[in-house]
């Protein structure tokens, strides 16, 4: 599917954003330069008519993203979280993306929970409300159940999603492999792996089964998180293309008047929204990462809710201590260290010069410190950013992908509800606290005990495993058995391991 066919998927793309006025709105917000402008108008005029002309009572921005389609509409969700980067009146246009997008038929909902439970609703909900929000790829009702009488939302997906995302997703595989032949620079970035991350992503946002699961793990892991619930899955009530969950009442993250009126410490949420987030990354190595205003509530006693688990993130231990490291090198202004964590997880090729990256990352991170959020562009350091890494020609790492776009996504959800947050001195103590509990030596006797019960398993095989290495066995052309030094050291390495794990359990013990 990824053929030419999606150049005209492409060319709508543009001729939509030119004939909904979006383009030079967009552009404005970006700040692009009058040639980059110029191009995009003498491209997008003659195909304006073939753009699709979208519900001419929204704003601009919004008009087009919606009339492009979910994959794009996920996108304008990220960008409503920026008003730094996109300017405060886009980002307003585009904060209805979140949840107020056009709703399909709730007759039509029902007939999904049909077919998916393979029972009547009617025997399981006393009322069934009209839809209360709909977003890209979902809409959510609210019910009661017929036998508790509880309250519940039901999240249902969007007829013919799955087609429509694939259509969105293809053009993007098309355009990403266009990139990569024609612009060799920038490969580093590695275009086709991003799209084919994303993809990946939406596919699991698609299953609600998968996205079930994950509210389930979530909730385990920040059970004691103090100021922060999670609403409770129905595991029998939830299929692929139905999810049921608790009620979860309270204000939307977006609503900042009703946040005042009820006498909410605005400050205090802007800096638990950052910190959460941190400390599910860091501690968990699981976190949300769809957090935008209208995955989050605030309750009447002030704790904050989240919703919507579609979109999870995992990091591996040796991950989250790279990220820990280069966070912490920030905080303390350790750029020479920061460095070094680049170079050592392979970030950086070998043969770059690494103080010269220690001087581009400090000309990236004293800017920031001493200021609030206010005071800080992030679209110039954005901008600032990239030429850093194309010049010492880092890779896109896909598995931080989402990692570092929910940290933007989440830097903005706080900084609607608190301006003056000022990320770094946030997130100084969950920081420092993972570095204490995992990288010092209580961490290092850590790793060795884990390592010990992993080499115990192999107990009972170690002696042939060492002999096998000891003594290459013998072929036609070499039937003496020779014996293998290599083979010898590894023996040792496996001998001393084996001492090590006993060693280990025995202080256990």
Known sequence: MRGPHNIWRLIRTGATLERTGAMTVLLDAFGAPRSLRLAARTLGWPFKWLGYKGDPNLPPATRAITALGPAYIKFGQVLSTRPDVVGDEVALQLRML??????FPRDVALATIASELEVDPDTIFADFSEPIAAASIAQVHHATLRETGQDVAIKVLRPGIERAFRRDVDAFYFAARIVDLLAPSARRLKPMDVIRHFDGVVQGELDLRLETSAAAEFAANTEADEGFRLPQVHWFLSSRRVMTLDWADGLGANDIEGIIAAGHD????????LRLFLSHALRDGFFHADMHQGNLKIARNGDIIALDFGIMGRLDAYTRRVYAEILFGFIRKDYRRVAEVHFEA????PDRDVDEFARALRAVGEPIFGMDATRISMGRLLSYLFEVTER???ETRTELILLQRTMVVVEGVSRSL???????EVSRPIVEDYIRDNLGPKA?????AQTARVLARFGPRLPQLAEAALIRQGTPSNPEPKRDWKGLALAAVLGAAAASAVAVVAVGL
């Open 98 to 103: 979140q949840d107020r997008l056009p709703p």
């Open 266 to 273: 605005r400050k205090a949420l802007g800096e638990r929204v």
């Open 346 to 349: 392979g970030y950086v090729p």
């Open 392 to 394: 010492f020609g880092m």
């Open 418 to 424: 608190y301006p003056q947050i000022n990320i770094w």
């Open 444 to 448: 290092f006797a850590r790793d060795l």
